[in-house]
């Protein structure tokens, strides 16, 4: 006869065994839990990689800084070949290597490097060769930035050279801005009386009347000043005499300037108007001016 007892222990024992064999393969197959110590081990390269990974990430570059040119996408300037070039055709004194010089070589060395430019004029001999390249120089650099002509020229220590190379920028840049061309020029005070402000004044009429007129006004008295009147007074006779005329009369002073003004619009008014134009001159005193005027209207063809 079989005890209870015995069979009841056995049972335990089994479900005992089971529940060891359950654990141990619940053990085996859960992740283990690391230590802090372990964690930290195992951790670390991981932040190295990450950080090698965000070195080699392409620069982002804020709209404020933009990335510069390289070579890799900018090709430099064969700058040397075309210093070389003419260099060497200003050596020889051949007409028609000047003129490759002056019609394409010193163009493209002008468009590729300024400052290669007017290096390179400073090293030439004195001569006509130097004066155009220096005129072509001051008239290519003040087209694009007349500020930085100015500055450049500022810096030439021959007056001669200085005053034709900055008449030749300021033409340049009263074609696009008569105003500023004609204070840069005041700024440098030449001495000589050779009618470049005039000239100015009157390409600035042709291209703004009014503003050339305001500004001649606001002059103070002087020889200076009358020769601009009568230069504005010369564009206002080509399509309005009569107000040319009271316009010179009122402005200027009797004298040569307000003679040749005088001539100059009856020139005008004559070839569009000759009745109108000596109907007007016997308007004037007894005097040298009206003198003039008839003699010249008589000289004038009908």
Known sequence: MVRPRTFNGTLLGLIGAALILGLWAIRKLAPVEKSPVAIATTQAPLTAVSTLQTSEQPKIISPEQPELPTEKNTPTPAVPSLIAQIETALSIPDVADWEHVLNELFPALLATDRLAAARLVDSLPPG????????????????????????????LTEFAEQKIAFDEACFAAAEHNPAEAIHAWESFDFKEDDHVLENLVQHWARLDLNAAQAWVRARPPSLQRDQAVARVVYIMAHTNPAEAATFAIREIPSGPALTEAVISILYQWAKNDRTAAAAWVEQFPAGPLADRAKKELAGLAP
């Open 128 to 155: 006509e060769k130097r004066r155009l390249l220096l005129q072509r120089l001051a008239r290519a650099w003040a087209t694009v930035d007349f500020a930085g002509a100015v500055t450049w020229l500022s810096n």
